[in-house]
């Protein structure tokens, strides 16, 4: 008798399509035939269901409810909308970022090749006797020199670095060297080679310029700016320098 | 967030029908709603195929009966919600068919009505009912049993006592399976009301 007070849901689709086509065991159908005398609305369904077979026009009929757009589905619609328009907000400010990102990845990019102006060496103003005296059984220098005039910076590294196996304390080449290393964007190497030149006696006003060159190519603005207060520039220098101050600090 | 939807959405499936109606009825919550309708929709189709011939037909009046459902008001409790939706079905189909018809119901289409709605056993809650309220009741079943005409008891013993089908019952006795069908409602609803009375007795 325990049958007769056991509740269950509701017929499903398929639950009801295989009642009707006695596709259930026994047990099963004794089970939905249970909750038939109990439900008014599965009852009649299965009369319905039974009374009419279904043709196709009724299963896209069904198909059709599935999706059909019920008031609070159209209520959705204003939800969707919302969400929609929520989600433009967010793509805008995302995109936003995502330039200030980038701005800002490339800022320092930006700022050194509005700055940076290869580093004319003494010797490329040497003329005539001086030019030939200093230059004279230095052929990797002349040759260093020559390309580095033309912008090849790649190779005048080679033919420096060659020279100043031979005359390390040539501290022109020295500062052609980390020139070009800054044309090459190679700031660390640059920032290496600089701090060594700091012992010596080299042009204060070149060494920090090409210093705070290399550290913003590095994307080290802060430093830039330190090394820029570090000394007193002069001419037309001063006022680039000023210049860039301001730039690192907007 | 597909997959957060989907398994809030599978968390649904898990209420019951009352829990549904309170969160629509009371916070107009669309998902609860929306679970009511994928439970029913096609059962209240079915049903319309007893009364409307065009799918066109079943299926408007199938929106129109969830149509209602979503304006009944929290004051107005809903207890059985497959009764509900079969009660305001069954009324929209009248009312289209009288439409369609063009004039008042005869005498014999109100009888096809009338028939199809008295084969609901009108008090079938109130097994439900006892068994969840009075549980102490189902020791007066066998009493009650006794009380019955002899089809009805014996049918209602082979599909209740046996889990026998209708089927199986109208093979057993040799009735009719309309027959059959008959004396489980009928012996459905005279139980209740000696249960009814034995109960009172008892009190």
Request: some cysteine.
């Amino acid at each position: 008798m325990k049958s007769f007070f056991k509740e269950r849901p509701c017929l499903s689709e398929r639950e009801l399509q295989r009642y009707v086509s006695h596709e259930l065991s026994p047990r099963q159908a004794h089970g939905v035939e249970a909750h038939l005398l109990d439900c008014p609305l599965c009852a009649a369904a299965v009369e319905g269901f039974t009374m009419h077979p279904f043709s196709a026009e009724d299963e896209a009929a069904l198909k059709e409810l599935e999706i059909e757009e019920m008031p609070p589905r159209r209520q959705r619609a204003f939800g969707r909308i919302w969400l929609n328009r929520a989600a433009a907000v967010l793509l805008i400010l995302a995109g936003t970022y995502a330039f200030w990102q980038y701005r800002e990845a490339t800022r320092h990019q930006a700022i050194f090749a509005a700055y940076y102006d290869p580093l004319q060496p003494d010797y490329l103003n040497l003329r005539g006797a001086a030019a030939a005296n200093a230059l004279s059984g230095k052929p990797e220098l002349q040759a260093a020199l020559k390309l580095y005039k033309d912008g090849d910076y790649e190779g005048s590294i080679v033919f420096l670095e060659r020279h100043l196996n031979d005359y390390p304390q040539d501290i022109q080449a020295s500062l052609l060297l980390a020139s070009a290393l800054l044309g090459e964007w190679q700031p660390e190497r640059a920032i290496h080679l600089l701090h060594q030149l700091e012992e010596t006696d080299v042009a204060a006003a070149d060494l920090y310029w090409l210093l705070a060159l290399a550290h913003i190519q590095n994307n080290e603005l802060g430093a830039a700016e330190r090394v820029l207060n570090q000394v007193k520039f002069q001419d037309s220098r001063a006022e680039r320098a000023a210049q860039l101050e301001m730039e690192l600090n907007p | 967030m597909k997959l957060f939807l989907r398994s809030a959405r599978r968390s649904l499936t898990d209420w019951t029908d009352e829990q549904l109606l309170a969160a629509w009825q009371e916070q107009r919550k669309e998902a609860c709603f929306q679970e009511l309708f994928n439970r029913y929709h096609h059962l209240v189709y079915k049903m319309c195929g007893r009364h409307l011939r065009q799918a066109a037909d079943r299926k408007d009046a199938t929106l129109e009966t969830f149509a209602a459902l979503m304006d009944v008001p929290a004051s107005k409790p809903i207890q059985s919600l497959p009764r509900w939706l079969y009660g305001i079905a069954r009324n929209i189909c009248i009312s289209r068919y009288r439409a369609q018809s063009a004039g008042p119901v005869l005498s014999g289409e109100e009888y096809f009505f009338e028939k199809n709605a008295g084969e609901i056993v009108e008090n079938e809650g109130l097994l439900r009912h006892i068994n969840r309220e009075h549980p102490h009741l189902s020791d007066l079943l066998p009493r009650a049993l006794n009380q019955l005409e002899n089809k009805q008891r014996q049918c209602i013993e082979l599909f209740y006592l046996e889990e026998m089908t209708y089927k199986e019952v109208s093979e057993k006795l040799g009735y009719d399976l309309k027959a059959v069908k008959s004396y489980l409602q009928n012996g459905r609803r005279k139980l209740s009301l000696i249960l009814q009375e034995l109960q009172s007795e008892r009190s």
